[in-house]
């Protein structure tokens, strides 16, 4: 399904872009591109196209994309469904790379819309033509100054340039957290609503975002993707590239689902293989918005801690218990500290403060700010500590300038352990002191819950890289092929399950196979007692249900009574079923009841299923999926 | 273990206020409160206390408490622990009624502390004086301008009033919650630290923010409580006013509780246990400060849905999924519109947005205002909504203001169905909508998510109140007694067990018990096979472990084996347990495995445990529990 990556250049570098239904109102959704690429000062052609107008914004307006001289890469179309094919071949024709298709009315409208999908994706296939949407809200790249959509965000001439690329599939949705991400202080290079994924896809972007040297964080908001493997390609290349990509995936309810459907039509899919598919890939999962905004700052650092080892200096006893209670829940490591730092602490700190991991300094620290700055140096020497948690509270004022330049000047002597802060100082109290901290690049978070979360995310996907290195160096080894599988369909009874896991180095219990009607105890005088009794059919999968099963067998008189009780068990409860005969087989002690399968997933693939075995499978749903 | 009620009253309202400790140097601990009462304009007598001081601030300084000659309702206590019970003990001659008491090195300190701690609760019974603390950072009292304590939050005179009273056991961490809930736009009404809770409470003083008219919704941040009936009782009460209690429980993990030890040395307990009894008193928990600022706000309105059942109306399809996807998460319902709403819906909404519940306008909305405010009433009408959540992406300006307009009509024409509006237009380019919305009391979220879990919240507190307007009625019902237990003591075994089951009602398989020796086909004549086959003993707990359990014996030859076996089994692998026969018992068909367990817990007495039984128990942990 996957192919070779697309080549998106020109998409954020066009020498041209045509709007197709320009309109020379500028509040309408064909006038916004047309006045936002000159207001804010986009460097390439611009071109209305509109056989109503000759002029829009006092640029000539063509009537037909085909009539433009100069080169464009890129057309927006503004025009009704039905005239949406016809446009997609004018681009064809006129040789546009990428048409940004705003309009709706297609797959996500049911089956009339899914037939003009088909054929708008033929017509682009034909001229050559990527599409990104329809049912889009198009995209902006703000160092180009590319304003290419419609809605609130594109009015904002002034947004913050910085590190971070987003693809969404929703244009709304996606543009309203870009407002709010930004709002956080974090910048952004581009941002780009694919709708329904005609063309250009998320995935692809998201590898594009890779390439893009500006571009340090990869952000997306996906209800689904086409193409499973092209998502966890892109993945392993954020990875391998240092770059994480921020993932927030919706439409995983019934409800969600039903409304995904009707939104972008992107098939949603399972969420249990989505989140497998995101761990073997190195995707970080977002599910809110201040999440994404949390985690980006925390990356856009460029520092990741070399283990998953975090210690904490706090100001407040409560804030450091919460802060440790979360670290905990997430799996991050509260390492001991050394000896020596435990000593170098106690000088430092007063007597009923603590001097173990969480470090609670006490609010004393109003009264001698000292024991601060010596408490971050001790804690960040520690060999054990690979990323350090600083709980400011509320403090302001000089108290709040003092101690931030400690932490900053921390901060670049131990570039390695990254430091991110908890603060809720008022920002008018402690300008001096925010702005140190900023620029130091050190992340300031509002809770000791969201600044542990963050930490939780940096050393998870210096986790995964780690796995990467180690991983993808032996994935060319050569394995022993598979056996084959015995010939014809369907399900094989338990006897011939366990040849298959035998002949590939799976132990199975020793036993033996006894037809209808044999003697049970000569057949089994190979066996130690006790035994199991299974009845054998390939039309029972279920035999414990049907009273087939008979376990803890100890003696050779108990043997015979325990085959006839199965065999007369399928005879009552299961009569339509083909009895091959009865299994019987030592019994293994202590283990744990497995299950593994394998699903056919339509957008990832076979997908291994591992869980608790057994009668509470199904009650309990306690399975762990890998992509193949 | 519970108490009657304190009376807080005068804690809130004192007619004079001494700081002993206090200093001529505002920015020092003792100093602060005097500048603070002083500066912000507090009604009472402050009266500084320091035998070095002839003045602080300009006013009369006493040698000693006894001195003053006014009535003294609170005494901030700025001293070293040592001199601590002295200064309580002088309170109790003068007839103070609270003591403030920030100094640490108590029982957070270990075990000198605690002695000391010990006598100091000593001196505060005798004398009559409730003690704050000690260890804590003080108390606020916004509309009494009472500023008594020290940090970052006592310097901001502005701090907005409000319906919201807080109480925390740690001042640090609890402060700066509510100066972080503050700059979201709440205000307070009191927020008051508890330390090691010598004295004072945080149950006790939920239950007196329930007295406080201007206390609307109580906050609360607690590492463990001594009184689990009290929270709970405040819990009941809290409901029954109708007046949350958002509660933050911390502790929760191996080293949270370790790094409470430390600091406030509050019995953190287990945390299932805590959760249970929230979920019985009506308590709302809180993880994190921006959950209880975004309850905080649902619940100041005053509102409260009738049921579980949300709408939501969107102008993004992406918010609407993600909203979908949290609710049906947390448990509400999204129901089904009925028909003329739907009818209604699609005369105003475009062709290709949805009139089904997540209602998606889609951005068309920025066209055509006039289906948005439609949409609203249609839904609102709805009999199946019961609260609406509007999504708004980022819309901003004339757009903006029209539609918030609309939705604060709405609300105050369906004041029983609160709605919740989800939106990030930046607020310079949409004052007015802002203002509109606050006039009417509405709530704004940044997110779809966030949205989700306050109308969950307020979903959760209402079915609280519906549940304990049900059930405290019947609570005085009488019930037969409980037969009483055999004498002596131990664990009883299984047949003995049973026949105490049976006689408070719980029926159990029909069976007979088989004395070792005799037959036991002639004891189970009169049951019906198959039969289950167990060992007998006090001393065995676990039977099937040593193989001492027959399940499905079908036939009497089959029974007498299974009888030998498993009277082989015990005699094998338990040679020291005492075996009083074996019990023969009917096999019971379908039916869930079931583990009943009753736990003595050191804050909240008896607890029931009740979880999946059998071999599943000690591996899923997966147990329920209710305080009984």
């Not at 998106?8 to 045509?18: E, K, V, W, Y």
């Not at 009015?155 to 971070?164: E, K, N, T």
Request: charged share 20%; with cysteine.
């Amino acid at each position: 399904m996957s192919r070779a990556p697309s080549d998106l250049s020109r998409l954020f570098d066009p020498r041209g872009i045509a709007i197709i239904g320009a309109s020379t109102n500028p509040t309408r959704i064909g006038g916004q591109p047309v006045r936002y690429l000159l207001d804010y000062g986009f460097k390439g052609g611009i071109y209305p196209v509109n056989p109503k107008y000759q002029t829009v914004a006092g640029l000539r307006c063509y009537a037909d994309v085909t009539a433009i001289a100069g080169p464009v890469d890129i057309a927006v179309l503004a025009v009704p469904a039905a005239e949406a094919v016809a446009a997609v071949a004018a681009c064809g024709r006129k040789g546009v790379a990428f048409a940004i298709l705003y309009t709706a009315g297609f797959a996500e409208t049911g089956a009339e819309g899914a037939r003009l999908q088909v054929e708008l994706a033929r017509a682009a296939e034909a001229g050559g033509v990527r599409i990104v949407g329809p049912n889009c809200q198009g995209m902006l790249n703000l160092p180009k100054r590319m304003f290419l959509g419609f809605g609130s965000i594109f009015q904002i001439s002034d947004l913050r340039i910085g590190p971070v690329s987003m693809a969404t599939q929703s244009g709304g949705f996606g543009f309203s957290v870009v407002l709010s991400i930004e709002a956080q202080g974090v910048g952004f290079q581009s941002a780009i609503s694919t709708g329904n994924e005609v063309g250009v896809t998320t995935p692809e972007l998201f590898a594009a975002f890779v390439d893009d040297p500006e571009t340090r964080v990869i952000a997306g908001y996906i209800e689904g993707v086409a193409d499973g493997a092209a998502l966890m390609a892109a993945g392993r290349k954020a990875l391998r590239a240092g770059k994480p990509i921020l993932l927030w995936k919706s439409g995983n309810t019934v409800r969600g689902k039903e409304a995904a459907l009707s939104h972008t039509a992107n098939m949603t899919g399972s969420y249990d293989i989505y989140r497998a598919a995101f761990a073997q890939a190195g995707i970080i999962e977002v599910k809110d918005i201040d999440e994404l905004a949390d985690y980006a700052r925390a990356f856009a650092t460029g520092r990741l801690p070399a283990g998953n080892r975090i210690a904490t200096i706090s100001i407040s006893g409560g804030a450091a218990i919460l802060h440790a209670d979360r670290c905990t829940e997430l799996g991050l490591e509260l390492p001991r500290l050394d000896a020596a730092t435990k000593e170098g602490l106690r000088k430092v700190i007063p007597s009923f403060a603590s001097a173990e991991n969480p470090v609670d300094t006490t609010a004393t620290v109003f009264n001698d700010v000292r024991m601060f700055t010596e408490a971050i140096e001790l804690v960040l020497s520690d060999p054990n500590v690979d990323q350090l948690a600083i709980l400011a509270a509320s403090m302001m004022g000089e108290i709040a300038a003092t101690c931030m330049s400690a932490v900053a000047t921390a901060q670049r002597r131990f570039e390695g352990k990254p430091i991110l802060v908890t603060w809720t100082g008022r920002r008018e109290r402690a300008e001096e002191a925010y702005r140190l901290v900023e620029e130091a690049q050190i992340p300031v978070y509002t809770s000791p819950v969201r600044a542990a979360n963050a930490a939780a995310a940096l050393a998870r996907f210096a986790g995964y890289r780690r796995r990467q290195a180690e991983v993808e160096p032996r994935a060319t080894e050569s394995r022993a092929p598979l056996p084959p599988l015995p010939a014809g369909s369907g399900a094989l009874d338990e006897a011939a399950s366990k040849r298959i896991l035998t002949a590939i180095g799976i132990p199975t219990p020793r036993e033996v196979t006894v037809a209808p009607g044999a003697d049970p105890v000569a057949a089994a005088a190979g066996l130690a007692y006790p035994l199991a009794v299974k009845i054998l059919s390939p039309d029972i999968a279920h035999k414990t249900e049907i009273g087939g099963v008979r376990l803890n067998v100890g003696t050779p008189e108990a043997l015979r009574v325990a085959v006839g009780e199965v065999q007369g068990a399928a005879r009552a409860r299961a009569p339509a079923a083909r009895v091959t005969g009865t299994l019987i087989a030592e019994m293994i002690g202590d283990g744990a009841e497995a299950i593994i399968g394998v699903i056919d997933d339509p957008v990832f693939g076979p997908v291994v299923a591992v869980g608790l075995g057994g009668i509470f499978t199904e009650v309990l749903h306690d399975l762990s999926y890998r992509v193949a």
